[in-house]
């Protein structure tokens, strides 16, 4: 339960930092990167519909077609996050109307544009889940064809983007070109950060009480490795173990005050599959 409820707080969390970003700060401006919502800018441009209704009808339209292909096992988390991102968008439109940017520096706007769905993303794609648009599409691709969805995608994002530039002007086109190009680096970075754990390699010549501290008060794992050193000939052991970065800091103050003579090599990691990290 504390984990579903977790989950919950996450997937909402997410969904409405995504919303805040899309409706202030990227319709706002006419950025066109980013699947369902870019096409929605180009869409509003006509008239006949706004950006946030847009984006509202298509992705209702991909979650019930998703829902008939994929499964009830895919509705899962993704329907309400679409659902909640589709409703907020619309909701806002309503409630904060807007007919010209919040400030007049560009540039500051995209960064915020492409940070707070970035966040949002990363999180959603870190528990499994998604915000829906083109990522249903993605994987009713992936069900029944052998094209490279990653390409495909990215193409699709290209075209949408370079529409921009004839749509609006050459300079909310180039913005959007910019914000393409940094949107799945900033994704990318925002999951690794989330993950980072610190990979601890500790050669000591007494590895009991450092093993104690880890499994008795920082209530993780170890593994010892018997070793000999190279220069010494002394007989050594190595301790291999994963921790969190709170962790890490209390288990190298340990080690300093009670094993000075130890040797740490500490690397950061994002991928750590196993018991107290991730599933596979």
């Keep these: ?40 800018v180009l869409i509003a441009k006509t008239g006949k519909i706004s950006a946030s209704d847009f ?10 077609i998703g829902l008939f292909v994929l499964g009830k096992k ?34 500051l706007e995209l960064a915020f544009a492409i940070a707070l769905p970035s966040v949002g993303s990363a999180i959603l794609f870190n528990i499994g889940s998604s915000s829906g648009g ?49 949107r799945s680096f900033m994704i990318d970075g925002f999951i690794e950060s989330l993950n980072l754990s610190k990979y601890f390699n500790v050669v000591c010549t007494s590895p009991q009480p450092i093993c104690d501290f880890i499994n008795e008060t920082l209530h993780r794992g170890a593994t010892i490795v018997e070793a000999k050193g190279a220069f010494s000939g002394e007989d050594k052991f190595i301790i291999f173990t994963v921790l969190n970065r709170v ?21 950061n990691t994002s991928e750590i599959i196993g018991k107290g990290f991730h599933s596979v």
Excluded: W
């Design 55 to 64: 984006s509202f009808i298509s992705n209702m339209v991909l979650l019930l």
């Design 134 to 182: 083109t990522d249903i599409v993605a994987m009713i691709m992936k069900k029944y064809t052998s094209i490279d969805i990653g390409k495909a995608l990215l193409a699709t994002d290209f075209f949408i983007t370079l529409a921009g530039c004839f749509v609006f002007d050459i300079e909310t086109g180039l913005y959007s070109f910019l914000g393409l190009a940094l």
């Design 247 to 267: 962790e890490a800091i209390r288990l190298r103050n340990f080690i300093k005050e009670y094993s000075p003579d130890a040797f740490l090599l500490i690397s």
């Design 1 to 40: 339960m504390k984990s579903q409820v977790k989950n919950f707080g996450l997937l909402t969390f997410s969904t409405l930092a995504m919303a805040i970003g899309i409706y202030f700060f990227k319709f706002s401006n006419n950025f066109t990167f980013g699947g369902i919502t870019g096409l929605a």
């Design 74 to 107: 895919f509705a899962a988390k993704t329907a309400y996050s679409s659902i909640l991102l589709s409703v907020t968008l619309s909701a806002l439109e309503r409630i904060y109307p807007m007919s010209h940017p919040l400030t007049d520096q560009p540039l």
